[in-house]
């Protein structure tokens, strides 16, 4: 094999594993957003998300003062819910910025878990320091 191909090897295995550590900690972004979610854990939200833009069907923010409101008014109710998370892809962006996409359910206990939401969320990441620049929540069907 000659020297050109094996560096050309080399770069495309660096790429590869840049692209597997981005989404291992785009998943782990993703899955510590729904467990605090399922929480209602507003100060773990406003660390989360509170820099962030976050847009919703019906609502959003772009201040970190608006964030602990937003989530307070959004999780106001008492019944408990559940997320669940799937098909996860991450895209690299511009310089050191990530994008992802994923798949939710949110199950409602009424008292069993009852289906009540089938959406997506879109990421932007900052690459830099991990953290979500962006989050746009959508609902493909809610029950009811």
Same mark, same amino acid.
């Given at each position: 094999?000659?020297?050109?191909?094996? =560096?050309? !090897?080399?770069?495309?295995?660096?790429?590869?594993?840049?692209?597997?550590?981005? &989404? @291992?900690?785009?998943? #782990? $972004?993703?899955?510590?957003?729904?467990?605090?979610?399922?929480?209602?854990?507003?100060?773990?939200?406003?660390?989360?998300?509170?820099?962030?833009?976050?847009?919703?069907?019906?609502?959003?923010?772009?201040?970190?003062? =608006?964030? !602990?409101?937003?989530?307070?008014?959004?999780?106001?109710?008492?019944?408990?819910? &559940? @997320?669940?998370?799937? #098909? $996860?892809?991450?895209?690299?962006?511009?310089?050191?910025?990530?994008?992802?996409?994923?798949?939710?359910?949110?199950?409602?206990?009424?008292?069993?878990?009852?289906?009540?939401?089938?959406?997506?969320?879109t990421l932007e990441i900052d690459g830099t320091d991990w953290s979500?620049?962006?989050?746009?929540?959508?609902?493909?069907?809610?029950?009811?």
């Amino acid at each position: 094999m000659g020297s050109a191909v094996a =560096a050309g !090897r080399a770069v495309s295995e660096a790429a590869d594993v840049v692209e597997a550590v981005a &989404r @291992h900690r785009i998943a #782990n $972004l993703l899955n510590s957003y729904t467990d605090i979610a399922d929480r209602k854990d507003l100060d773990a939200v406003v660390d989360l998300l509170g820099g962030a833009r976050v847009q919703f069907p019906h609502r959003s923010y772009s201040s970190p003062d =608006a964030a !602990r409101g937003f989530f307070a008014d959004l999780w106001a109710g008492p019944t408990g819910h &559940r @997320h669940d998370t799937g #098909n $996860l892809r991450v895209f690299p962006g511009d310089a050191e910025r990530w994008n992802a996409h994923a798949h939710y359910t949110r199950w409602i206990f009424d008292p069993e878990p009852v289906l009540h939401t089938l959406g997506e969320y879109t990421l932007e990441i900052d690459g830099t320091d991990w953290s979500i620049r962006a989050l746009t929540v959508t609902r493909t069907w809610t029950k009811g």
